[in-house]
């Protein structure tokens, strides 16, 4: 089976369950970036571990157990982790510790995190990759763009259904409507993946014509004309 296809286990968020299988090792999804198994401490979240030619970085964390640590350290310690937002912090205080990596998230949700290195307001830029702001999921949920790879990292700013982009319904959203708002902002981007925190199929090809369409299909912000 195509690995971009697969799924790691069965996730039920109604209640805040998370039922998932026996841990599985990450998986190459597409050149040098890496999915980690479904998070059970950050509501099923998926993180991923991208090896580029100078450095690694991570974004969101994955289940702090030896399987995860082993793989990070054969693969590429992390030089810092992104998190995507507020829900899905979990253990990355441990790896902080183990690795000595630095965490960034958004400066309105520093409070998740104890003593986070590095915050940002509306972007930040740093080897080779574009943090943005994009608020509605939460108000300070960020994605990540990674040019090299044309991917963009949504967490749960844009998951995924059947590999199709969507946003969470209202009930798992702090704005809904200015997260629609935000997701034409990571339209000014080239990128031809996304990569979502959530979704039974978390790689979404052709991305950018595929997000275009679901926003446009909102019919949120569309201009009049």
């Keep these: 089976m195509n690995p971009f296809e697969t799924n790691y286990g069965t996730l039920t968020r109604s209640g805040g369950a998370i039922d998932t299988k026996s841990p599985l090792p990450p998986k190459e999804l597409i050149p040098r970036v890496f999915a980690f198994p ?5 509501f099923g979240g998926i993180s991923y571990l991208v090896k580029t030619q100078s450095n690694s ?9 030896r399987q995860n640590i082993g793989f990070i350290e054969n693969t ?4 810092f982790v992104f998190l995507t937002h507020r829900d899905d912090v979990a253990d990355a205080d441990l790896f902080r510790r183990e690795f000595g990596t ?17 915050t940002f307001q509306n972007s930040l830029k740093l080897n080779g990759v574009e943090i943005i702001h994009t608020p509605g999921h939460s108000p300070g949920s960020s994605c ?13 700013h844009i998951t995924a259904d059947g590999g199709k982009p969507v946003a969470e ?14 997701g034409r902002k990571i339209l000014e981007y080239d990128f031809q993946f996304i990569l979502a925190g959530h979704g039974g ?3 979404i ?19 009049n004309g």
């Design 38 to 42: 479904p998070n059970p401490d950050s």
């Design 57 to 65: 970085f991570m974004v969101d964390v994955p289940e702090y157990i």
């Design 76 to 79: 590429g310690i992390p030089e």
């Design 102 to 118: 630095k965490l960034i998230i958004h400066q309105s949700e520093k409070y998740a995190v104890k003593s986070p290195d590095i």
């Design 144 to 156: 990540l763009y990674f040019p090299a790879g044309r991917v963009m990292f949504t967490g749960d």
């Design 169 to 182: 319904d209202f009930s798992w959203t702090y704005d809904y409507e200015l997260q629609i708002l935000s």
């Design 201 to 203: 199929r978390w790689l």
């Design 205 to 223: 090809r052709n991305a950018k014509e595929e997000l275009k369409k679901f926003i446009d299909g909102s019919g949120i912000g569309a201009k």
